[in-house]
């Protein structure tokens, strides 16, 4: 066992690496890890109250599985009252999904169907995260458009997508973990929840 600072890294670069693996691969924690989601969202749900999907990181990978997860049953998305819904909206802050590794099996978004209410998705990143580019250097990643992926002209298909590239004045590991200091995710939220 190895102590000190370079003994707290690499254990915290095992719990990392554990982590992406039981998401890629699709394990049982992982499908337990989206029941509790999905569970404690239907919860909200029941009990009357707007529910606004917050996620960073890995988790950017299960919120999107189990929104997706939600719209496939019909009756829990009219798309004539957004307020009826168990999400009103979800945001991702230095999500993954755009690299290859997460995207397999997550090319669409569920369809809402006919109607005038858009589901609102706000992609937060920061060009320097080395999560979103994949890069454990850190590569400064010019294009990572989420809604490039995801967005299709088709009414039915009910999404809002906008990514927002964020400088968070962070480099690396650093850029990772400031999504949370930054106000214009604040602001977004907080214009998502307003109207």
Not at 62 to 80: S, T
Not at 104 to 118: I, M, N, P, S, Y
Not at 153 to 180: F, M, N, S
Request: charged share 25%; proline share 4%.
């Amino acid at each position: 066992m190895v102590s000190g600072p370079i003994g707290v890294v690499a254990e915290k670069a095992l719990d990392l690496v554990g982590d992406v693996v039981t998401a890629k691969l699709d394990t049982s924690t992982a499908h337990e890890i989206r029941q509790g989601l999905r569970q404690r969202i239907l919860d909200i749900y029941e009990e009357g109250n707007p529910c606004y999907l917050v996620a960073h990181s890995l988790g950017t990978i299960y919120a999107f599985d189990v929104v997706n997860e939600l719209m496939r049953e019909k009756e829990l998305f009219n798309r004539a009252s957004r307020k009826t819904w168990p999400i009103q909206g979800l945001v991702t802050l230095g999500s993954p999904i755009g690299i290859g590794l997460f995207r397999k099996g997550r090319t669409r978004v569920a369809k809402l169907g006919e109607g005038t209410k858009w589901f609102r998705w706000i992609n937060y990143w920061d060009r320097t995260d080395p999560v979103v580019s994949g890069s454990i250097f850190g590569k400064h990643v010019s294009g990572y458009d989420i809604a490039e992926k995801y967005r299709k002209e088709d009414p039915k298909q009910g999404w809002i997508i906008r990514d927002k590239p964020l400088d968070t004045g962070r480099t690396w590991l650093l850029a990772h973990v400031a999504y949370w200091d930054h106000t214009v995710v604040g602001d977004g939220l907080a214009d998502l929840i307003a109207n």
